[in-house]
């Protein structure tokens, strides 16, 4: 396929915020996510 390269941008000293407690660990609570058309197979 001619797809265009993908870049991603690596950065250091940002600040990282965690998830309300709910929120951690989505996919082991709910394995099929909230999408309609079912899981993406992607391990947790």
């Not at 396929?1 to 309300?20: C, G, R, S």
């Amino acid at each position: 396929a001619n797809y265009p390269a993908i870049t991603t941008e690596l950065a250091v000293d940002q600040h990282f915020y965690y998830a309300e407690h709910y929120h951690q660990q989505y996919l082991a609570k709910v394995p099929n996510g909230y999408c309609g058309i079912g899981g993406t197979g992607v391990c947790y």
